[in-house]
T-cell receptor, first 115, second 110 residues
């Protein structure tokens, strides 16, 4: 499989619970992005890694959200004390950054429903 | 986003007809990306445009970036049911991320 893989595809959780999502980027890609998408909207940027370094975080990423990419390969996104407003599609993307811009490839997303 | 406006928000076309989707930026773009999304799924990369005046084609889909790099159009020739979905433009503003428009929902009637 040469695409971006996300797990799980769907997650239903009760309000207040913690959830963790995983993203496996395309193997040679050094850049990894997390986005969030709500119904009827385009994806909104959450955070960006270059290798293992988290270089940018959106204001959307409150202190309940944390993302890691420990060895510069897969990444995890954790949401603590989930709220109903966290219900959304969480998308991961990866690209090869070599100084110029290259296309970012997206995974199938993780749909989170907080009940 | 406030930076990128897509139009129309949705459209329904008869199979075989041509159509155009527009993406207008409020500021100069470094690059413009087009993606397609099926409901509930991830984004499929279509094309990336970086140079003013650049035009790219893939099968029956053509995208252009105007000279001033503030507007892009996506044109589909002889639409087919397989073209149905949500088309998203993503703007690169010299940063590390893409800023997306709200998307255009395309339905193709057989």
């Amino acid at each position: 499989d040469t695409g971006v893989s996300q797990d799980p595809r769907h997650k239903i959780t009760k309000r207040g619970q913690n959830v963790t999502f995983r993203c496996d980027p395309i193997s040679e890609h050094n850049r990894l992005y997390w986005y969030r998408q709500t119904l009827g909207q385009g994806p909104e940027f959450l955070t960006y890694f270059q290798n293992e370094a988290q270089l940018e975080k959106s204001r959307l990423l409150s202190d309940r959200f944390s993302a890691e990419r420990p060895k510069g390969s897969f990444s995890t996104l954790e949401i603590q004390r989930t709220e109903q407003g966290d219900s959304a599609m969480y998308l991961c993307a990866s690209s090869l950054g070599t100084g110029g811009r290259t296309e970012a490839f997206f995974g199938q997303g993780t749909r989170l429903t907080v009940v | 986003s406030q930076e990128l406006e897509q139009s129309p928000q949705s459209l329904i076309v008869q199979e075989g007809k041509n159509l155009t989707i527009n993406c207008t930026s409020s500021k100069t773009l470094y690059g413009l990306y087009w993606y397609k999304q099926k409901y509930g799924e991830g984004l499929i990369f279509l094309m990336m445009l970086q140079k003013g005046g650049e035009e790219k084609s893939h099968e029956k889909i053509t995208a252009k970036l105007d000279e001033k790099k503030q507007q892009s159009s996506l044109h589909i020739t002889a639409s087919q049911p397989s073209h149905a979905g949500i088309y998203l433009c993503g703007g690169d503003y010299y940063g590390n991320k893409l800023v997306f428009g709200a998307g255009t929902i395309l339905r193709v009637k057989s």
